[in-house]
């Protein structure tokens, strides 16, 4: 098994930022590819950046594009989210997940993720 455990969320004015961490523990995979989701209310879990743990490649959803950046200790076992410029829109409960794989493309659907952490609140006021 693997836990996951998202810390750093918060309430932030529009402009500002945050930085999520999520502290992975357990089971260890040799490849695998961490990302950050976030669902607010009303709407379905989406996927907002990922990383593959050995070659730290990343990926982003094109709306925040140059305004997040997500980076990982491999000797912590620790994932993080900066948040810069953030929006009202940006707000949301921000999850970690792992996939026990890192073949192919950085996957954006919830269900191709094998572990999850319980999420963390960033609410970002206008």
């Known amino acids: 098994q693997v836990q996951l455990v998202e810390s750093g969320g918060g309430l932030v004015q529009a402009g500002g930022s945050l930085r999520l961490s999520c502290a992975a523990s357990?089971?260890?995979?040799?490849?695998?590819?961490m990302g950050w989701f976030r669902q607010a209310p009303g709407k379905e879990r989406e996927f907002v950046a990922g990383?593959?743990?050995?070659?730290?490649?990343?990926a982003y959803t094109d709306s925040v594009k140059g305004r997040f950046t997500i980076s990982r200790d491999n000797a912590k076992n620790m994932v993080y989210l900066q948040l810069n410029s953030l929006k009202p829109e940006d707000t949301a409960v921000y999850y970690c997940?792992?996939?026990?794989?890192?073949?192919?493309?950085?996957?954006?659907?919830?269900?191709?993720?094998?572990?999850w952490g319980s999420g963390t609140q960033v609410t970002v006021s206008s």
């Open positions: 997940a792992l996939r026990g794989s890192s073949y192919g493309r950085i996957r954006t659907l919830p269900s191709e993720y094998d572990y």
């Open positions: 357990g089971r260890t995979f040799s490849y695998y590819t």
């Open positions: 990383v593959k743990w050995s070659s730290g490649s990343t």
